[in-house]
């Protein structure tokens, strides 16, 4: 038995107001698990760190990435600042087309190597749980390897994998996007269930990736494999894809800038967490904010993530994104945390192990250095980490 004493507890215990604040507290775990929260009076005997005063949080978690990619598009980020268009980025082979190629080319040593910083900077952030997708290698071969390349990740961090194959549609398919459908539902879908190199199954409904009912067959394909689906939707129009994916028990949708009253409704009352992403919103400058105020009026979870991608969110820092989140999205500083902690585990149907201190979860705590919670999500640049508990170690 380990105990984390003299310390301050931001809980996020849902039972509990705001962000569950339990002042002089103690943390006990037996193993991996939990076994007290509370009052440092009440806590059993063990093995005691003294933690000094400082404060601790749930692990953090990261519940959108695209971690795992070889190649960078820094050279098209000095492109667009000289005045290209994305569509002129793209026509010269840039843009998604270029990850794709590198990333096939790759191996999947030299991918999980490439990857590796990336998760390192979140983990010296105290993020304990990170969600990477595939969608770079857009053949059955080349998305198996993504995914086994994120999986090789987890001797660091907790990974959970999500299959984007409907990412995009890759070249030698150009022009024929039902056909490429066809190979992500009756082959890939199957190969990554039977690897079982998948916990869940996204998709990117939007005009310049798949349309509803494309991104339905990709749902329906998940379904019989027995797998939860999600989705990037409403992202840059409104194509009703919170509302297909609440339709499937979509445990999120993603992005949202034009998500409209009826999405809200539909993704309240089906249980859809919805993931902030506001890396994204600022490097491209996007202008139309998510519906903040209906999400909170209708009391769906918002999660907050890096979207860590190559191409629109090259961001490897969670504080930073709980920073734009609330300065960008005008979320809380409470709604800031309980969006990296327990609605993010929501988001990933991990609500009854992660997200929250509390007996039972698993150990997974972030010890930081700071006077309030608040610096968190004030601070730019700024990393107040004390030290990072994984599984209790």
């Known amino acids: 038995m380990r105990v984390w004493r003299n310390a301050r507890l931001a809980t996020l215990d849902p039972r509990l107001p705001g962000l569950g604040i339990v002042e002089d507290g103690a943390v006990a775990a037996d193993g991996e698990r939990i076994v007290y929260v509370g009052p440092a009076a009440d806590a059993p ?16 978690i990261d519940c959108h990435t695209h971690l795992v990619y070889a190649g960078d598009r820094a050279h ?17 082979g840039g843009g998604i087309a270029s990850t794709v190629a590198a990333t096939r080319a790759a191996t999947e040593a030299e991918l999980t190597a490439a990857a590796r910083p990336r998760l390192e900077s979140l983990v010296a952030e105290g993020v304990t749980t990170v969600e990477i997708k595939s969608g770079y290698g857009l053949s059955t071969a080349g998305e198996l390897k993504q995914l086994r390349a994120a999986r090789a990740l987890g001797d660091a961090a907790t990974i959970v ?11 030698e398919y150009a022009g024929d996007p039902d056909a490429y459908i066809d190979l992500v539902c009756e082959e890939m879908i199957p190969a990554v269930a039977a690897e079982g190199l998948a916990d869940a199954v996204d998709a990117f409904c939007e005009g310049i990736g798949f349309a509803p009912a494309q991104t339905e067959r990709v749902f329906q394909a998940a379904k019989r494999h027995g797998l939860p689906v999600k989705l990037h939707a409403e992202q840059l129009s409104n194509l009703n894809g919170a509302a297909l ?11 949202l800038e034009h998500l409209d009253e009826a999405g809200v409704a539909a993704m309240a009352k089906a249980g859809t967490a919805a993931v902030l992403l506001p890396g994204a919103f600022y490097f491209l400058r996007d ?19 890096t979207d860590c991608n190559p191409g629109t969110s090259p961001l490897t820092s969670l504080l930073l994104a709980m920073n734009m989140a609330a300065t960008l999205f005008r979320l ?62």
């Not at 005997?45 to 953090?60: A, H, K, S, Y």
């Not at 994998?161 to 070249?171: D, M, R």
């Open 45 to 60: 005997d063990g093995e005691t760190v003294d933690c000094e005063g400082r404060w601790i949080t749930p692990g953090l």
């Open 332 to 393: 809380t500083v409470d709604e800031c945390l309980a969006g990296v902690t327990r609605n993010a585990a929501r988001a990933l149907g991990l609500q009854d192990s992660l997200g929250v201190l509390a007996a039972g979860k698993r150990c997974d705590l972030a010890i930081w250095d700071v006077e309030r919670p608040a610096e968190l999500v004030y601070r730019m640049g700024f990393n107040p980490l004390h030290a990072r508990v994984w599984r209790g170690r």
């Open 161 to 171: 994998t999500s299959f984007l194959g409907a990412h995009a549609v890759p070249s």
């Open 76 to 92: 098209e980020f000095e492109l667009r600042l000289a005045g290209a268009t994305y569509e002129e980025i793209a026509r010269a």
């Open 245 to 255: 994916a609440a339709r499937y028990g979509a445990i999120s949708a993603d992005h």
């Open 287 to 305: 202008e139309r904010l998510p519906p903040i105020g209906l999400l909170r009026a209708a009391a769906v979870p918002m999660a907050v993530a």
